[in-house]
């Protein structure tokens, strides 16, 4: 079962502003004047006596309406919790994702507003998985409306094009990245971004052909040999998008059981 912390959050934020909002309009007067007779005193509009629950909902509503505007509008925070986009992204990196990029779009709904850019080739995007839209994934951009994608070789095909790529060493790791000792380190190269991937020359290797649709992307993990990404399961919708990762915040690898402090800060490429 995933937790839609988005609609809890907008939950929270009407909940509390209307009823903060009700008091103000309805009894947060009478209550003032009622207690200002009893105290035989002149009247200063005071709030004085709000029953609990308003107190609570007044607290907590700039409170709330601060982080869905942040969350929603501005940047949301994401946990990698697997290999796929290795070596890029770790598990136990925390990551944060530009929600303009792509156009502003309602919460929970997820409505468009205001349309901005489009996913350029080699931005590594966060969306909802088109499967199971409760699910975010988090794949790079490869291919874009109208190009034909093949992927075969251990490479990717671009319009009839291989993309250029160049061996750099043998991968090794220490705590979770253990997992993909011995695999082939490698930097791709996608049109403007050059980026490392992982292949693994004795795995299986799903292929793939296809034509992109019109609003849909075709997106990879960088760990080749280890992502269930579209050649699995096909396109990613504009409308599935959620944002573009653009910064690693905290890094926590659970078996060295301790931060990794050089991954903090780190621009996402």
Do not use: C
Not at 131 to 149: A, C, N, S, T
Not at 157 to 173: A, F, K, R, S
Not at 218 to 231: A, E, P
Not at 239 to 253: P, Q
């Amino acid at each position: 079962m995933n937790f839609d912390f988005a609609a809890l959050l907008v939950l929270l934020t009407f909940l509390s502003g209307g009823i903060w909002l009700v008091d103000t309009l309805l009894f947060a007067r009478k209550r003032s004047a009622t207690g200002q007779q009893k105290a035989g005193q002149a009247d200063t509009g005071s709030p004085a006596g709000a029953p609990l629950v308003v107190e609570y909902a007044r607290s907590f509503f700039p409170i709330f309406l601060l982080v869905l505007v942040l969350r929603s509008f501005i940047a949301e925070p994401f946990r990698i919790p697997s290999a796929s986009m290795m070596p890029t992204l770790l598990i136990g990196d925390f990551i944060l994702v530009n929600k303009y990029d792509y156009g502003l779009r309602l919460p929970v709904i997820n409505l468009k507003l205001i349309p901005n850019k489009t996913p350029q080739r080699g931005d590594i995007v966060v969306f909802r998985y088109p499967e199971d839209p409760k699910i975010p994934f988090i794949k790079r951009v490869v291919g874009l409306p109208g190009d034909h994608i093949a992927y075969y070789d251990k490479t990717v095909h671009i319009n009839g094009q291989p993309v250029e790529q160049v061996e750099l060493e043998t991968y090794t790791g220490a705590g979770t990245r253990k997992i993909m000792d011995g695999v082939s380190r490698r930097m791709e190269q996608l049109g403007s971004v050059r980026h490392d991937i992982l292949v693994d020359p004795s795995a299986y290797s799903r292929e793939f052909d296809g034509v992109v649709p019109p609003g849909q992307y075709f997106v990879l993990g960088d760990n080749r040999d280890n992502s269930r990404d579209s050649r699995y399961w096909g396109y990613v919708p504009d409308a599935n998008l959620i944002g573009r990762a653009f910064l690693i915040w905290m890094n926590w690898d659970i078996k060295n059981a301790g931060i990794e402090w050089g991954r903090i800060g780190t621009m996402l490429n």
